[in-house]
């Protein structure tokens, strides 16, 4: 009797132990970001030689850039100043991955489409093919008509690889795959300081779920930042 | 005769077995829908939809029936130039499958006829290794 006892409450102690240990698991994945008021940082941080104040710890920062859109336009790092923007690459004739990734990156667009700080940024990895035109044209049949929100930019080949491994995508020619180019669909959302803030796979609606709820995060911290200057 | 319990038991274990072994067998069974997802939703959407005018639906298109006898050899070897589906003109590449052989491109085509409420002729196999004629022929099941 007594051991009978003993054993039932060993069992059900083990089930609840069990599930305190499970529980969390399965739920904290999640659940930081939707109530973080910041998001981390992304990219190697370097120790930089400081004249003055001696070495200092550096935060990864987009390079400068020069590339042109669809409407002929030089855009530069300047072109963001003040905005975040979400970067992707791709290719007009690409038969993989890009309608997909475009299409959920269209999702974020449209959701975001009314607030003018933030901005959009596809790469072509095939300059040589997606000419101006090539890239007005796709732009227009995705139906981006504002080329200043979305812009669809190229620039020499070296100047475009260089930039996807700044943004953290994989891309590269690679002749044994249709297209002509492997690359990942990540897209990374950069704040108004050159800082990238979120890496996602853009081909995974989860995950662009995520950037679409870290946006208003990283809209909330600048404003932030920007009361405590003016203060 | 008549049987026991244990063999009532013992024929429905034969019953399941012969059941199971028989889905091995059945790899085929939708192959149609996978062939879908892993060769066309990236492009065409998981629900046919296409996108926007950039790539043609597939859901509701007035191409599938306009142009049926054409489509098996356009699975095959792709298709380049503009084309107009519903009214609107589209310019992409569509990359070919040439691994395809003719009973997959009759199972992905009949995926496509019959599902998110189109209701088109449906083919036979016979009827696409006869259209394959053109672009190279049939390529076994």
């Known amino acids: 009797m007594i051991s009978s006892v003993f054993r039932r409450a060993v069992h059900v102690s083990l089930l609840a132990l069990t599930g305190t240990i499970l529980f969390p698991a399965c739920s904290s994945k999640n659940a930081p970001s939707e109530t973080a008021t910041h998001l981390p940082y992304y990219g190697d941080r370097a120790m930089q030689p400081e004249p003055i104040s001696g070495p200092a710890d550096t935060i990864f920062t987009v390079p400068s850039f020069t590339l042109t859109n669809q409407d002929r336009k030089t855009i530069t790092n300047d072109t963001f100043k003040g905005k975040i923007y979400v970067t992707d690459f791709f290719f007009a004739t690409c038969p993989s991955i890009c309608p997909k990734m475009q299409s959920e990156l269209l999702r974020v667009y449209e959701k975001f489409q009314g607030d003018p700080r933030v901005l959009f940024l596809s790469h072509t990895i095939d300059p040589a093919h997606d000419s101006i035109p090539v890239l007005r044209d796709y732009a227009e049949r995705l139906g981006i008509k504002d080329a200043s929100r979305w812009h669809f930019a190229t620039a020499p080949h070296d100047t475009i690889f260089s930039l996807a491994r700044a943004y953290m995508t994989g891309a590269m020619e690679d002749a044994t795959v249709k297209g002509g180019f492997a690359h990942s669909g990540t897209f990374a959302l950069v704040d108004p300081q050159r800082h990238i803030r979120g890496v996602y796979d853009g081909m995974e609606p989860s995950q662009v779920n995520k950037l679409m709820q870290d946006i208003p995060v990283l809209l909330k911290e600048i404003e932030a930042e920007k009361q405590t200057a003016a203060r | ?141």
């Not at chain 2, 492009?43 to 599938?64: F, K, M, V």
């Not at chain 2, 070919?96 to 009759?106: M, P, R, V, Y």
């Not at chain 2, 006829?113 to 190279?136: F, H």
């Open chain 2, 1 to 141: 005769m008549k049987l026991g319990p244990l063999q009532w038991v013992r024929a429905a274990a034969v019953l399941v077995a012969i059941l199971l072994l028989a889905g091995c067998f059945t790899k085929r069974k939708d192959e149609g829908a996978r062939l879908y997802a892993q060769r066309c939703a990236s492009c065409h959407g998981e629900q046919g939809e296409g996108l926007r005018r950039l790539i043609p639906p597939l859901a509701g298109s007035d191409y599938l029936a306009q142009h049926r006898s054409s489509l098996p050899c356009q699975l095959r070897k792709g298709l380049a130039g503009e084309i107009v589906v519903n009214g609107v003109k589209y310019n992409q590449l569509m990359p070919g499958n040439e691994s395809l052989t003719d009973s997959e491109i009759t199972n992905l085509l009949n995926f496509v006829q019959t599902s998110w409420g189109n209701k088109g002729e449906v083919w036979t196999i016979r009827e696409v290794a006869d259209e394959l004629q053109y672009c190279g022929g049939a390529r076994g099941l």
